[in-house]
């Protein structure tokens, strides 16, 4: 095999025949014959690689991240990351290269950033690679994350939040409360995406990709029925930025502490059915998380756990029950 540059109304042209046979014409982008020859050397040398020891022996990040993507792989954030390992071989690549291409990338960003902007997308397309067959399946450690202590609402908080907002945007803060919806599901929420006589809402697509039947509460319902759409909107927003300052300032009014829509919302909902006994896979179900493990891990919050245990060692009964399993005095018998 030897690759010729030919020229072409001044360009630089590849032509001739791979090491399997297949015929090569491409463009080199360049009118300079120095950097022709350079990238005819290079392409000739990989080609040859590639023949001898399979497309695992060249395959670069970058090269491996376009076909991810072209493949219906998720393109977002690959384009820093991309950036910091362009030009290195799949097969070379350690953890410890994309922990350092990830900080590089987003160097004033929080640990939770560079994980999901940074490692995650750089791990997607290793695994990618490794199902091509072009790399080794490597594991890849996140930064450590500090999670902030999330609280759990109850209904009290809803309803103290009421006499300061707008009726659609308590309707919208019962819908998160008593659904565990994401927030999204309810500001996108559409009035034919509703049944009132079955009450339930119709989802077409949720932050999973996946449609969602929820089941309403009659209250809920009742309440629906009496808005009046906005901007094709069951409850009239068009951005949750909006939401959130309606929620600052009726917060400010009632004393209470802003928590935003998550807190009253998906994490109450999932603590509430917590302390009713519900079990993590019933309140996955019920609430659309896809990970049984997210919910235990994240969403149950026990709340005065200790107390109640303690409650439950010093109650009368236990007590008792403790008596009657007491060792006869053998003295006395």
């Known amino acids: 095999m030897r690759l010729k540059v030919k020229w072409i109304n001044g360009w630089a042209y590849l032509h001739g025949t791979g090491p399997d046979g297949r015929r090569i014409r491409q463009s080199l982008k360049t009118r300079n014959p120095r950097h022709a020859e350079e990238k005819r050397a290079q392409i000739e040398a990989r080609l040859w690689r590639t ?3 399979g497309p695992g022996d060249v395959v670069t990040f970058d090269e491996c991240a376009v076909a991810y993507a072209e ?3 998720d393109p977002r954030f690959l384009l820093k990351i991309s950036k910091e390992l362009s030009g290195l071989r799949l097969k070379d ?32 397309v290793i695994n990618y690679g490794h199902a091509q067959g072009w790399c080794g399946l490597i594991k890849v450690e996140g930064l450590p994350v500090k999670r902030p202590k999330r609280k759990a609402i109850d209904r009290d908080y809803i309803d103290a939040l009421q006499p300061h907002l707008p009726v659609r945007t308590y309707a919208l803060m019962l819908f998160l409360f008593q659904t565990g919806r994401r927030v999204g599901d309810a500001i996108y929420m559409r009035p034919d995406w509703l049944d009132m006589e079955t009450m339930r809402v119709f989802i077409p ?5 996946e449609p969602a039947t929820v089941v309403i509460t009659a209250e809920l319902a009742e309440l629906i029925a009496e808005l009046t759409p906005r901007h094709g909107r069951v409850f009239g927003y068009v951005h949750r930025s909006s939401l959130y300052n309606t929620l600052r300032r009726a917060c400010d009014k009632a004393g209470l502490e802003y928590l935003g829509t998550h807190q009253p919302g998906r994490h109450s909902f999932a603590t509430s059915l917590s302390e009713a006994g519900w079990g993590t896979k019933a309140i996955a179900e019920a609430g659309g998380w896809k990970s049984t493990r997210l919910v235990a891990e994240t969403y149950e919050h026990p709340v005065d756990a200790q107390a109640k245990a303690a409650m439950h060692f010093g109650t009368k009964l236990a007590k008792t029950n403790f008596d009657n399993h007491k060792k006869p005095d053998k003295r006395k018998a």
């Open 51 to 53: 023949g001898l020891y």
């Open 71 to 73: 493949d219906g792989g």
């Open 93 to 124: 690549i350690t953890p410890r290269d994309i922990r350092a291409a990830a900080r590089k990338a987003y160097p004033n960003a929080a640990n939770s950033t560079i994980n999901r902007q940074g490692i995650t997308p750089a791990k997607a």
């Open 205 to 209: 697509e949720t932050k999973n990709g």
